[in-house]
Nanobody, 121 residues
């Protein structure tokens, strides 16, 4: 069964921190690169961080140095530690398979419910 369950979002002041978690079914997690995406209403979903099965990571420039992605392969879980949050980080955050290279597979068509992150000034 395909399953992605994101949690850990909330309301935080600018400069604060949050840690997001995503529990994925084994069929999704497997040996795939996993990523965190975010979406603001009216805008395209943005890939902000990805982690390969072996632990290599890549980040969007907008979050580099502030966000850290990690994964626990034994628990089929991926995390996103978000520090120094800014109001522009406000979005619904989702996890899914992610392309490590531009030629790699992108996300599955199935998406979880996401978790809302709101950063106040």
């Amino acid at each position: 069964q395909v399953q992605l369950v994101e949690s850990g979002g909330g309301l935080v002041q600018a400069g604060g921190s949050l840690r997001l978690s995503c529990a994925a079914s084994g069929s999704i997690f497997g040996g795939n690169t996993m990523g965190w995406y975010r979406q603001v209403p009216g805008r395209q979903r943005e890939l902000v961080a990805r982690i390969a099965s072996g632990g290599s990571t890549k980040y969007a420039d907008s979050v580099k140095g502030r966000f850290t992605i990690s994964r626990d392969n034994s628990k089929n879980t991926v995390y996103l530690q978000m520090n120094s949050l800014k109001p522009e980080d406000t979005a619904v955050y989702y996890c899914n398979r992610a392309p490590y290279y531009s030629s790699s597979y992108g996300p599955y068509d199935y998406w979880g419910q996401g978790t809302q992150v709101t950063v106040s000034t």
